[in-house]
Nanobody, 120 residues
């Protein structure tokens, strides 16, 4: 079983910065893609950024100039550095990881979410 522990969310003023962390633990052989999603009130969950095991990244157009995703494979941890935050970034941010197994299909795991609130 795999657990994801997220941290770093909170309240910040527009223009400020936050760094989200997500550490995976449990029965893990290796991690494939790790990423961050967010869900704002009344909206569908959307992909914010993802990063492969090799370090390739993709970031949503709405945040690509402001957010940076990274990972530490030794720590099974993915980060999301959020700069120049805007009120429209307010959402619950969810960590997602894909765990690779030797004898079964990969599985996705979700964190419980961390709330990011950006005041104007």
């Amino acid at each position: 079983q795999v657990q994801l522990v997220e941290s770093g969310g909170g309240l910040v003023q527009a223009g400020g910065s936050l760094r989200l962390s997500c550490a995976a633990s449990g029965s893990i052989s290796s991690l494939n893609v790790m990423g961050w999603y967010r869900q704002a009130p009344g909206k569908q969950r959307e992909l914010v950024a993802g990063i492969t095991s090799g370090g390739s990244t993709n970031v949503a157009d709405s945040v690509k100039d402001r957010f940076t995703i990274s990972r530490d494979n030794a720590k099974n941890t993915v980060y999301l550095q959020m700069n120049s935050l805007k009120p429209e970034d307010t959402a619950v941010y969810y960590c997602n990881v894909e765990v690779k197994y030797y004898s079964r299909s990969p599985m996705n795991y979700w964190g419980k979410g961390t709330l990011v609130t950006v005041s104007s």
